[in-house]
């Protein structure tokens, strides 16, 4: 097993991973280590090259350049081994309908080899972490959307793999359910001991559940680091206050103020730049009392990994998404 640079167990080892369609670069040399254990987000638009990434790694796509080692295995030498030490839940459900949850699971332990007795506790064991133990037996047809993503979660843990691949886990859920989704995937990491990959254009998403993000833009990554030391890179907290009138005034009596990185106004609106901005708004709202400034209203906004993507990639999220699924030359899943 390889080393990461901190020393620990590496789980993903990659070095100027490359995969080309034709003319078009969908991984550009990509260099990457995961540990053992780590909860890792790849966070980016469609077309960003995430899901060409997975592809890879889960020997889907053989690459064009560059190494790539999974739990210590070649994808291009020894994809056997690297899809036994693998679990992968993809974007597009992969589910027999006419089957119960329970059906699908012994079929997946079938295919891994896994003996009778082994299957019956391994299968007990997955519906119990998902929480579909009293669902078990109920075709899945009449499963929701969110109770099939958990079935599919335990069907990727059934063999026991090292590394699980979770490909844009909570698309198309609503908010109660990709919670729900959340706290399984935390459950999944902490109780079976394993290395987690997600990719997400989620920024909350990859926000709450991973130790470290990488932002992938134009197949390469732009950006590596832990959520907060991301949203760091942004700097201060914004402070925007509506007044009724004076901002001006009241923005000339705030700029003596040290801990007021920048300022602006803009229609009949006052925008601060602060460090803590919650524990200095009963300041600001002082200073606005003391110079007969009436504030309307008060809004706080804290960096968030959508702001590290915008700084980074001069774009939204969703243009972005929009531009990447435009592409002639790039697939629905290419991204």
Not at 34 to 45: H, N, Q, R, T
Not at 87 to 99: A, E, K, Y
Not at 131 to 141: P, Q
Not at 163 to 179: C, I, K, S
Request: with cysteine; proline share 3%; hydrophobic share 40%.
């Amino acid at each position: 097993m390889r080393e990461t640079s901190d020393g620990s167990e590496s789980a993903i080892h990659l070095r100027g991973l490359t995969k080309r369609f034709g003319d078009l670069v969908a991984v550009d040399r990509i260099d990457l280590e995961i540990a053992k254990g780590e909860l890792f987000g790849l966070l980016g638009p469609n077309g960003a090259g995430k899901s060409t990434l997975i592809k890879v790694l889960t020997t889907m796509l053989m690459p064009t350049a560059g190494e790539a080692y999974v739990w210590g295995h070649d994808v291009a030498r020894e994809r056997n081994e690297v899809r036994s030490s693998i679990g992968v839940v993809f974007q597009d459900p992969s589910i027999d309908n006419m089957l119960t949850g329970r059906e699908n699971l012994d079929f997946h332990g079938r295919m891994y080899g896994m003996d009778g007795s082994l299957r019956k506790r391994r299968i007990e064991e997955v519906l119990n972490l998902v929480d579909l133990t009293d669902k078990a037996d109920i075709k899945m047809e009449e499963y929701s959307g969110g109770m099939q993503r958990r079935l599919e979660i335990a069907r990727g843990l059934m063999h026991h793999p090292h590394v699980l691949f979770l490909d844009e886990p909570t698309l198309g859920l609503d908010a109660q359910t990709r919670r729900h989704i959340w706290e399984y995937v935390l459950e999944m990491n902490a109780q079976e001991d394993i290395t987690i990959v997600l990719t997400t254009h989620y920024m909350e998403e990859a926000d709450y559940l991973c130790e470290r993000v990488a932002i992938v833009d134009n197949g390469r990554i732009a950006a590596l680091d832990t959520p907060k030391a991301l949203k760091d890179m942004i700097g201060a907290d914004t402070i925007t206050l509506e007044t009724q009138g004076g901002e001006e005034t009241l923005l000339a009596s705030l700029r003596s103020f040290d801990w007021i990185k920048d300022a602006a106004t803009s229609n009949g609106a006052l925008e601060l730049w602060v460090d803590h901005a919650q524990s200095r708004v009963p300041e600001v709202m002082q200073v606005a009392y003391r110079n007969g400034v009436a504030i309307r209203s008060v809004a706080l906004h804290e960096p968030t990994l959508e702001d590290v993507f915008l700084k980074l990639t001069g774009k939204k999220m969703r243009a972005a998404e929009a531009v990447g699924a435009m592409h002639p030359m790039m697939h629905r899943r290419a991204g």
